[in-house]
């Protein structure tokens, strides 16, 4: 695994946390909770990225895809077991698909974060109004 001191260009693999800086889509529901809670998570500290043999290196975006640890902690999965992030397979299985899969059934039974209710209910179009 490769060390990172600085989380820039790099997207989280296999996890789509919302978007905010998409140019030509709006704001995603919870995009900017969720990217507050990235900060929280890793700004700061050094963090190891690993990347996925079974998939494509970057996206059609040109962006690094990595799955991020600090220490051994799965941030990918972090997010969404957090509720800040969704799983997303575009075509093949990957590595950690069914631990995110499994991540993301437990945060949506508890109304975690986006699948509240009082947020986005699972939504991303939805605007974001209220803080979390």
Sequence with gaps: ???LKVYSSVRRKKDTGTEKNHPSKPVECFAQEASSH???LISGKSVS????TTQDSKDKYNRYLYYIFLDKQN?????ISDGYAYEYTYNTPYKYQNDFKKA???ASEADKGLWSPLTCNGERAKPSSSPT
């Excluded at 990225?49 to 996925?52: F, G, R, S």
Aim: charged residues 20%.
């Design 38 to 40: 990235l900060s929280q």
């Design 75 to 79: 941030i990918n999965q972090q997010m």
């Design 1 to 3: 695994m490769k060390l």
């Design 104 to 106: 993301q059934k437990t």
């Design 49 to 52: 990225v690993e990347a996925d």
